[in-house]
């Protein structure tokens, strides 16, 4: 138990200070005025408080991606744990709060501007694509993963529940953000947050052997499935997250002032830290072995093992409450991916969506294409989805050490991160069915390769822009 409270602490306590550290090399400006005032339009861009738009950003990121993410990662053993911890603070945080806050400082834009801003035409191009394709796959699992809780809750169809979550998405999608967002996603957070800690509280008290396996340096997993970079695929919410970077823009157009970035932008990711963190110690705690978790995961996907913890350790009322907070989750995530899609083509196209017939000539389309998607295989969608999400994660990175080295600013708190996570896409890519299907030992040393090669580029380069600067700066 022990441990678990040590791994919260750090969490925390990497919030307070390495989150503070963060903010000060980006250089946080309280007297800037942000696009929330400067563009205020009443649809996307209006100004809205701190704690609102923390509990908002909280939602948008989390998806199922905190809960399912940690559950499969669970199977690989507590090594998932270190990189819950670790990936969060040193990667998914920096990564989020850089999304966040490039996003604020070029006037709310979408993160396919925001990289291409730092990258060039070239990277722009390729995130609005990339950015598309991830945000259409998480929009259809995240329709398809709470239709399938709500019919194990209720017995009623699928298919109903698919339409319903659809017709919701759709409308959050058009309407301003203040209409449906910014009014229940509030309740939602406190329902997620209450019902989450509830179940670990539960299982504490509830005589269970919290975390009895610590040994990091075993993988576990049921079906040998290599550690290396599988868990930094499988386990990405709760450690890091392209994704994110699509939702951050949103918020960002709603802060008020650039010194709020830390805690809606950083510390929200510390916060889903957190909910990974408790669903990880419960699949290495709740069940005597990889093996029975891997026996429910495979007879109904990690929803079941939502289900059964959550009835088992709450009783069937609190364990509806429970699957209803998890179910909270991938719904207010989706929503908000298809917001992001909206907004990003309005972007590419130039299409203003102050009036509602704009923000319809796209929506429309957008959701016939997303329901043709959820007619498809879900495990093909989710691996895809895997290998997109960590790739964009990877630019976004590279995107804010660009920024940071054109600044003149320590590059090394994104460039790192950003070479670890090249090595992991590059290495998956390489060895994955979906990939090219090369050997392990073959696909590691291409991924470290090319890791390596990018880094060394971008050092090259960032001294160059350093020189620059500063020959700039003895000129004046």
């Known amino acids: 138990m022990m441990t678990f409270f040590i791994c919260v602490a750090a969490l925390i306590l990497g919030y307070v200070f390495y989150g503070a550290f963060v903010e000060k090399v980006f250089g946080a400006d309280g007297s800037r005025m942000t696009p929330a005032y400067e563009l205020e339009d009443g649809v996307d861009y209006m ?13 948008d990121i989390a998806g199922i991606g905190p809960i399912f993410g940690p559950i499969l990662g669970a199977l690989y053993g507590p090594a998932a744990l270190v990189w819950i911890v670790i990936g969060c603070i040193f990667a998914g945080a920096v990564h989020d709060y850089f999304s966040g806050m490039l996003s604020i400082r070029s006037g709310g834009a979408s993160i ?5 801003n730092s990258l060039g035409m070239t990277a722009r191009q390729a995130m609005r694509v990339f950015s598309v394709i991830l945000l259409m796959l998480v929009g259809v699992i995240f329709v398809l993963a709470p239709a399938k809780l709500l019919t194990g809750l209720t017995g009623m169809n699928t298919t109903l529940f698919i339409f319903i979550i659809f017709g919701y998405y759709f409308l959050a ?34 005589g269970y052997e919290i975390l009895p396996n610590l040994d990091v340096t075993t993988n576990a997993h049921p079906a040998s499935k290599p550690l290396w970079p599988l868990l930094f695929v499988t386990l990405s919410c709760g450690a890091i997250s392209g994704f994110h970077s699509t939702q951050s823009p949103l918020m960002a157009r709603c802060v008020k002032n650039e010194r709020e970035g830390r ?17 990880a110690t419960v699949g290495l705690s709740f069940y005597n072995s990889p093996e029975a978790l891997s026996a429910v995961i495979a007879a109904g996907s990690p929803s079941a093992v939502v289900s059964e913890v959550s009835r088992t350790l709450l009783g069937p009322a609190g364990g509806f409450l429970a699957v209803l907070g998890v179910i909270v989750l991938p719904i207010t995530s989706g929503d908000t991916a298809f917001r992001s899609t909206r907004l990003i083509l309005s972007e590419v196209f130039k299409v203003k969506q102050s009036k509602a017939a704009s923000r319809l000539m796209i929506a429309v389309p957008l959701f016939v294409i997303g329901y043709f998607i959820s007619t498809q295989d879900f495990g093909m969608i989710w691996r895809y989805f895997g290998f997109s999400n960590q790739v964009l994660s990877a630019l976004v990175l590279w995107a804010a050490a660009a920024y940071l080295a054109k600044e003149g600013r320590l590059h090394w708190i994104a460039s790192i991160p950003a ?51 500063r020959a700039e700066a003895g000129a004046r």
């Open 47 to 59: 100004p809205m408080p701190k704690w609102k738009v923390m509990f908002i950003q909280v939602l």
């Open 419 to 469: 070479t670890f996570m090249t090595a992991v896409v590059t290495t998956f890519i390489c060895w994955a069915p979906i990939g090219f299907g090369l050997s392990m030992t073959t696909s590691t040393y291409v991924g470290i390769g090319v890791a390596a090669c990018l880094f060394a580029f971008f050092v090259v380069k960032a001294s160059g822009a350093v020189a620059a600067k």
């Open 112 to 116: 396919p501007e925001v990289v291409g």
């Open 263 to 279: 805690a809606i932008f950083y510390g929200a990711m510390i916060i889903e830290g957190i909910i990974g963190l408790i669903w």
């Open 173 to 206: 999608t058009i309407l301003p953000i203040d209409k449906v967002i910014g009014k229940i996603y509030p309740l939602m957070g406190a329902l997620l947050l209450v019902t989450t800690i509830a179940i670990v509280v539960a299982m504490m008290f509830g």
